[in-house]
């Protein structure tokens, strides 16, 4: 079992930024692969990063790409992802995920933190 538990989460303008933490518990963090989703209200879950195991493989949503930056410390057991020129429509529950393979399916992660609550304000 793993236990992931999101932070940073916060209302900010657009064009601002916010730095979202996920930490994790339970079993060896660098055995998984780690993704970040958000899911607006009415949408679906959608895909917005993913980190291997190691961090030396990164994918992000084309919305995202040059704005978000996804890190992951192993040592300290967490992931980062760094969020630059916030916009609107990126308003949503933020979640960390963890699973056996790099992937942009939510299929694909085992276990799932709470979420944290991203507010952009136009």
């Known amino acids: 079992q793993v236990q992931l538990v999101e932070s940073g989460g916060g209302l900010v303008q657009a064009g601002g930024s916010l730095r979202l933490s996920c930490a994790a518990s339970?079993?060896?963090?660098?055995?998984?692969?780690m993704g970040w989703f958000r899911q607006a209200p009415g949408k679906e879950r959608e895909f917005v990063a993913a980190?291997?195991?190691?961090?030396?493989?990164?994918y992000s949503a084309d919305v995202v790409k040059g704005r978000f930056t996804f890190s992951r410390d192993n040592a300290k057991n967490t992931v980062y992802l760094q969020m630059n020129s916030l916009k609107p429509e990126d308003t949503a529950v933020y979640y960390c995920?963890?699973?056996?393979?790099?992937?942009?399916?939510?299929?694909?992660?085992?276990?799932w933190g709470q979420g944290t609550q991203v507010t952009v304000s136009s």
């Open positions: 995920a963890a699973g056996a393979r790099l992937g942009q399916s939510t299929s694909g992660y085992d276990y």
């Open positions: 339970g079993r060896t963090f660098s055995s998984y692969a």
């Open positions: 980190i291997s195991r190691s961090g030396g493989r990164i």
